[in-house]
């Protein structure tokens, strides 16, 4: 049946063109009015996803920052200067990022945390380049933010994970249980933006660098916080492949997770899934599968650490939550700020730089109990790397095989000279 | 692209079985939320952008209840239920204000109400996505029909949306309010005018259109995250599904959301880089060759 619009009524023109308006005030936002005018404090700006499908993402970097600096600032700060955080919502949107990062910086912040993913964290990465800001990506896992020689400059540094770590490290386990199960047929389902092509396109690299006759056979790429994986999970079914990998992650994975079930994937085909092990997913996922594969993202029990513990029972205890892969970023990011601070007793960015560059320190989430910002491409090193397989309650992983950081380093220069940026 | 995978598919009984269930299942749950959005459009000539936002305080309501009693059955009443209580509270405060109104001054009243649901979701259930859970029977192994696959839980989601779209048809066009409804569409003065309270029926039509984006919600829970600002990327199918299909146009947005759930789903398999792609690109040819929609009857 056909309705009638109501004499004088909007047209479908007005419609369509209400709805570009609808769109782009969605894209650009309403403008927010930044705040947190101190005394002397060291300021330090953040824009993060506090809303949203991945709102666990900043809201877990930005708890796990509080509660580090409020114990640097409970043991005097830096010579009673004291740390204040200015923490706001990108709500995922990369322009959004970037304005807000200007924001901060025309309101004269000393330092800059990027609390957003890879898709926000190039935009922020933009806006600092021109500015000089000391900026720690604390949340931007995509290689090439630091390996790409033209992306790196002075005061940009990266204080998390990165895809050329987890894919080599995930290729040594995965060729593994190829060989034992002799799984050539693969099939890979990651999410449409850049960090999941490049870390796809990385895994199968060493996948293959390990087992030559791994074959792909088929892939599919669901946009970045798709509501519906249904048409993914199809795909896979019709493929028939012995071995999945995929980097979805958060609520993305976890909904890919629930509809994969409902079709019986996971007993069809081996699942290597290295964002799996995050309590943010784990704690999500109503009947976690047993046996997938995954990489360490945080769990309280890897590395098998006191401190890492500790950490995790001080974050449960204050926010009665559990810490995600972002928390530990997020600490280490203030661990290795306060202690540049103190190397250098004031807040002059090239100052700063210079004494993060190379920079060694004590830490909870390290392979053998610490983590380096290394010169050359000013990005992390040294953190707790293994996969294992899940089972359904606590500790959620088990079987957990750690990664060897002399071949990642060995193959990573291998990939950097591929790519010429070696 | 891959039409040798597509071509294949389209010749193997399996593949069919799969990606049809599959298609229709997913098209019909879009339907549920596009024909709210066409009908409120359709007869009181309001464009509701805040239709995507009654989809996510239905899978809202539907998460608390099934937390609270653990019976699917009250989750599904309570985010249609709900949301059509709230959509009748919206009705009476403030859409009825704007009915007919320019589209910019219905435009800014949607997006506010946006921006305010999504934060007093915020406050109630957090920022943070959630999950809502399912009963186990829903989760037993899926069946397998000439070699398809077709999990049970889509099998229910497939019967509830279709009985649910033939008693909205069977509503709008067999009984009494259908034909009021229709008549009020065409000319509310003249229908007023006949001793019927055209306020009510105006409300009534308000409240079903926000029903059913509910229990598009509701229904959806269990496969899919559940987080503030749901409703924008489910808003932009159903608006696409209403412009292929004809705006006001209810039986239209049916063959449309199936359209577009049939074409997501061999699309995935034949053009897997241009999935999406392929909706607009479906609207862009159903616009330059009949630019009032596949059912409409008036021109733009």
Same mark, same amino acid.
């Given at each position: 049946?056909?309705?009638?619009?109501?004499?004088?009524?909007?047209?479908?023109?007005?419609?369509? =063109?209400?709805?570009?308006?609808?769109?782009?005030?969605?894209?650009?936002?309403?403008?927010?009015?930044?705040?947190?005018?101190?005394?002397?404090?060291?300021?330090?700006?953040?824009?993060?996803?506090?809303?949203?499908?991945?709102?666990?993402?900043?809201?877990?970097?930005?708890?796990?920052?509080?509660?580090?600096?409020?114990?640097? *600032?409970?043991?005097?700060?830096?010579?009673?200067?004291?740390?204040?955080?200015?923490?706001?919502?990108?709500?995922?949107?990369?322009?959004?990022?970037?304005?807000?990062?200007?924001?901060?910086?025309?309101?004269?912040?000393?330092?800059?945390?990027?609390? &957003?993913?890879?898709?926000?964290?190039?935009?922020?990465?933009?806006?600092? !380049? &021109?500015?000089?800001?000391? #900026?720690?990506?604390?949340?931007?896992? #995509?290689?090439?933010?630091?390996?790409?020689?033209?992306?790196?400059?002075?005061?940009?540094?990266?204080?998390?994970?990165?895809?050329?770590?987890?894919?080599?490290?995930?290729?040594?386990?995965?060729?593994?249980?190829?060989?034992?199960?002799?799984? !050539?047929?693969?099939?890979?389902?990651?999410?449409?933006?850049?960090?999941?092509?490049?870390?796809?396109?990385?895994?199968?690299?060493?996948?293959?660098?390990?087992?030559?006759?791994?074959?792909?056979?088929?892939?599919?790429?669901?946009?970045?916080?798709?509501?519906?994986?249904?048409?993914?999970?199809?795909?896979?079914?019709?493929?028939?492949?012995?071995?999945?990998?995929?980097?979805?992650?958060?609520?993305?994975?976890?909904?890919?997770?629930?509809?994969?079930?409902?079709?019986?994937?996971?007993?069809?085909?081996?699942?290597?899934?290295?964002?799996?092990?995050?309590?943010?997913?784990?704690?999500?996922?109503?009947?976690?599968?047993?046996?997938?594969?995954?990489?360490?993202?945080?769990?309280?029990?890897?590395?098998?650490?006191?401190?890492?513990?500790?950490?995790?029972?001080?974050?449960? !205890?204050?926010?009665?939550?559990?810490?995600?892969?972002?928390?530990?970023?997020?600490?280490?990011?203030?661990?290795?700020?306060?202690?540049?601070?103190?190397?250098?007793?004031?807040?002059?960015?090239?100052?700063?730089?210079?004494?993060?560059?190379?920079?060694?320190?004590?830490?909870?989430?390290?392979?053998?109990?610490?983590?380096?910002?290394?010169?050359?491409?000013?990005?992390?090193?040294?953190?707790?790397?293994?996969?294992?397989?899940?089972?359904?309650?606590?500790?959620?992983?088990?079987?957990?095989?750690?990664? *060897?950081?002399?071949?990642?380093?060995?193959?990573?220069?291998?990939?950097?000279?591929?790519?010429?940026?070696? | =692209?891959?039409?040798?995978?597509?071509?294949?598919?389209?010749?193997?009984?399996?593949?069919?079985?799969?990606?049809?269930?599959?298609?229709?299942?997913?098209?019909?749950?879009?339907?549920?939320?596009?024909?709210?959005?066409?009908?409120?459009?359709?007869?009181?000539?309001?464009?509701?952008?805040?239709?995507?936002?009654?989809?996510?305080?239905?899978?809202?309501?539907?998460?608390?209840?099934?937390?609270?009693?653990?019976?699917?059955?009250?989750?599904?009443?309570?985010?249609?239920?709900?949301?059509?209580?709230?959509?009748?509270?919206?009705?009476?405060?403030?859409?009825?204000?704007?009915?007919?109104?320019?589209?910019?001054?219905?435009?800014?009243?949607?997006?506010?109400?946006?921006?305010?649901?999504?934060?007093?979701?915020?406050?109630?259930?957090?920022?943070?996505?959630?999950? =809502?859970?399912?009963?186990?029977?829903?989760?037993?192994?899926?069946?397998?029909?000439?070699?398809?696959?077709?999990?049970?839980?889509?099998?229910?989601?497939?019967?509830?949306?279709?009985?649910?779209?033939?008693?909205?048809?069977?509503?709008?066009?067999?009984?009494?309010?259908? !034909?009021?409804?229709?008549?009020?569409?065409?000319?509310?003065?003249?229908?007023?005018?006949?001793?019927?309270?055209?306020?009510?029926?105006?409300?009534?039509?308000?409240?079903?259109?926000?029903?059913?984006?509910?229990?598009?919600?509701?229904?959806?829970?269990?496969?899919?995250?559940?987080?503030?600002?749901?409703?924008?990327?489910?808003?932009?199918?159903?608006?696409?599904?209403?412009?292929?299909?004809?705006?006001?146009?209810?039986?239209?947005?049916?063959?449309?959301?199936?359209?577009?759930?049939?074409?997501?789903?061999?699309?995935?398999?034949?053009?897997?880089?241009?999935?999406?792609?392929?909706?607009?690109?479906?609207?862009?040819?159903?616009?330059?060759?009949?630019?009032?929609?596949?059912?409409?009857?008036?021109?733009?």
């Amino acid at each position: 049946m056909m309705l009638k619009t109501h004499p004088g009524g909007p047209s479908r023109r007005g419609i369509l =063109m209400a709805s570009a308006g609808l769109g782009a005030v969605a894209v650009t936002g309403f403008p927010m009015i930044a705040s947190g005018q101190g005394r002397r404090p060291i300021r330090i700006g953040m824009p993060t996803i506090l809303s949203g499908r991945v709102a666990q993402l900043g809201i877990s970097s930005r708890d796990a920052v509080l509660m580090e600096v409020d114990k640097f *600032n409970a043991e005097g700060g830096l010579d009673g200067r004291p740390i204040e955080m200015i923490i706001r919502d990108s709500r995922g949107v990369p322009a959004e990022a970037a304005r807000l990062a200007r924001e901060m910086i025309s309101d004269g912040v000393d330092i800059l945390f990027d609390g &957003e993913p890879s898709s926000g964290g190039f935009a922020v990465h933009e806006v600092v !380049r &021109e500015t000089g800001t000391l #900026t720690l990506h604390i949340n931007t896992e #995509t290689s090439a933010m630091s390996a790409d020689p033209r992306q790196r400059f002075w005061n940009a540094f990266r204080v998390a994970r990165q895809g050329i770590h987890d894919s080599v490290a995930g290729g040594v386990y995965a060729a593994e249980i190829v060989k034992a199960r002799n799984l !050539r047929r693969w099939m890979t389902i990651s999410p449409d933006y850049a960090y999941g092509r490049d870390t796809t396109a990385e895994f199968v690299e060493y996948l293959r660098y390990f087992t030559p006759d791994v074959q792909v056979v088929g892939e599919t790429w669901p946009k970045l916080f798709q509501p519906d994986y249904t048409e993914n999970v199809t795909r896979l079914a019709q493929g028939r492949p012995q071995a999945v990998y995929s980097c979805l992650w958060a609520g993305d994975l976890v909904a890919f997770v629930e509809q994969a079930a409902l079709y019986g994937l996971f007993s069809q085909s081996q699942y290597f899934a290295v964002n799996m092990a995050d309590y943010t997913t784990l704690k999500q996922i109503k009947q976690l599968p047993r046996g997938v594969h995954s990489g360490n993202r945080y769990l309280s029990s890897y590395p098998p650490q006191p401190a890492n513990a500790a950490f995790a029972r001080d974050y449960n !205890r204050r926010f009665n939550n559990y810490p995600t892969n972002w928390a530990w970023q997020a600490a280490t990011a203030v661990h290795l700020t306060t202690a540049a601070l103190k190397k250098v007793g004031g807040t002059d960015p090239r100052q700063l730089a210079a004494a993060l560059k190379g920079l060694t320190i004590d830490s909870p989430f390290g392979a053998d109990g610490k983590v380096t910002m290394r010169a050359e491409d000013q990005t992390l090193v040294g953190y707790a790397i293994g996969w294992g397989t899940t089972i359904p309650t606590e500790p959620y992983v088990e079987g957990i095989q750690t990664a *060897n950081w002399s071949q990642i380093f060995q193959l990573e220069q291998e990939w950097k000279k591929g790519k010429g940026w070696a | =692209m891959d039409l040798g995978e597509l071509v294949s598919c389209v010749g193997s009984l399996s593949c069919l079985v799969t990606q049809v269930s599959a298609g229709l299942t997913i098209g019909l749950l879009l339907f549920l939320v596009a024909s709210g959005l066409t009908l409120i459009f359709g007869v009181l000539g309001l464009v509701n952008f805040a239709h995507g936002t009654l989809y996510m305080l239905g899978a809202y309501f539907a998460l608390s209840a099934y937390a609270a009693t653990g019976s699917f059955l009250v989750s599904t009443l309570a985010g249609t239920l709900g949301v059509a209580t709230f959509g009748l509270l919206i009705e009476r405060t403030l859409f009825r204000r704007i009915y007919g109104a320019d589209v910019l001054m219905q435009l800014l009243v949607c997006y506010a109400l946006i921006l305010i649901m999504d934060d007093v979701v915020k406050i109630i259930w957090g920022g943070d996505f959630l999950k =809502m859970d399912m009963p186990d029977t829903f989760r037993r192994p899926p069946f397998i029909i000439g070699g398809g696959i077709v999990p049970l839980f889509y099998l229910v989601l497939f019967g509830v949306t279709l009985a649910v779209a033939l008693l909205l048809a069977l509503c709008m066009g067999r009984t009494r309010f259908g !034909r009021t409804v229709r008549a009020a569409a065409v000319n509310s003065t003249m229908v007023a005018s006949l001793g019927v309270n055209t306020n009510m029926v105006f409300a009534a039509v308000f409240a079903i259109g926000a029903a059913l984006a509910g229990l598009a919600g509701a229904l959806s829970a269990p496969i899919r995250s559940v987080v503030p600002g749901a409703g924008v990327s489910i808003l932009i199918e159903s608006f696409i599904v209403t412009v292929i299909g004809g705006m006001g146009s209810i039986g239209g947005a049916l063959v449309a959301a199936l359209l577009i759930g049939l074409t997501r789903s061999f699309g995935s398999i034949g053009f897997p880089l241009f999935t999406e792609g392929l909706m607009f690109l479906m609207m862009a040819v159903v616009l330059l060759l009949k630019p009032s929609g596949l059912a409409g009857k008036h021109p733009a």
